[in-house]
T-cell receptor, first 115, second 111 residues
Framework: DAGVIQSPRHEVTEMGQEVTLRCKPI?????LFWYRQTMMRGLELLIY????????DSGMPEDRFSAKMPNASFSTLKIQPSEPRDSAVYFC?????????????FGDGTRLSIL | QKEVEQNSGPLSVPEGAIASLNCTYS??????FFWYRQYSGKSPELIMS????GDKEDGRFTAQLNKASQYVSLLIRDSQPSDSATYLC???????????FGAGTQVVVTP
């Protein structure tokens, strides 16, 4: 079975550019989570969706960050404009959610470097 | 106040010995607990889940849960160099599947 698929795996771009990260959750999973991981701050939850609806975006650091989930099989995390402090590994995870006690499954992550 | 506490380590363990990792949490409502392993440069991968008080064994791994004392632990028996990684404790915190993760404990198994 295919796991959570993220793209791109690596992104290097200059400060001020728009960055779009993509995620395809595991088929049948109805909760999707976006995380950011850095050495200093560890694993931080940015936003999560259930049945394509954002449940909690309180972890989104600034208005420069936005996320969408237009359908059950696709989500994007966008940063516009990007800044060097946004450099991190961004993970997407999915789970069955909704009253299940099942684990989250992580994608391989996108390593983002803003120059 | 952090909801999930783990000793950051590094926890140095001789090859063949038992590694013992602990995690304490503050949310008394949580009923589901998970241990993830994360190798350097890789994504977290699930190694154990535990939902009831007591011990749960899976191969060389044993998870222990004590809800009254609000801690969950992970034992790794016969530690191997391939067990060197960061281990993250997580608890389920809402009905949509949100997790609260600890900061992780780095384990280093020395030959």
């Amino acid at each position: 079975d295919a796991g959570v698929i993220q793209s791109p795996r690596h992104e290097v771009t200059e400060m001020g550019q728009e960055v779009t990260l993509r995620c395809k959750p595991i088929s049948g999973h109805n909760s999707l989570f976006w995380y950011r991981q850095t050495m200093m701050r560890g694993l931080e939850l940015l936003i999560y969706f259930n049945n394509n609806v954002p449940i909690d975006d309180s972890g989104m650091p600034e208005d420069r960050f936005s996320a969408k989930m237009p359908n059950a099989s696709f989500s994007t995390l966008k940063i516009q404009p990007s800044e060097p402090r946004d450099s991190a590994v961004y993970f997407c995870a999915s789970s069955l959610g909704q009253d299940s006690n099942q684990p989250q499954h992580f994608g391989d992550g996108t390593r983002l470097s803003i120059l | 106040q952090k909801e999930v506490e783990q000793n950051s380590g590094p926890l140095s363990v001789p090859e063949g010995a038992i590694a013992s990792l602990n995690c304490t949490y503050s949310d008394r409502v949580s009923q589901s607990f998970f241990w993830y392993r994360q190798y350097s440069g890789k994504s977290p991968e699930l190694i154990m889940s535990i939902y009831s008080n007591g011990d749960k064994e899976d191969g060389r791994f044993t998870a222990q849960l004590n809800k009254a004392s609000q801690y969950v632990s992970l034992l790794i028996r016969d530690s191997q160099p391939s067990d060197s990684a960061t281990y993250l404790c997580a608890l389920l915190t809402d009905s949509w599947g949100k997790f609260q993760f600890g900061a992780g404990t780095q384990v280093v198994v020395t030959p």
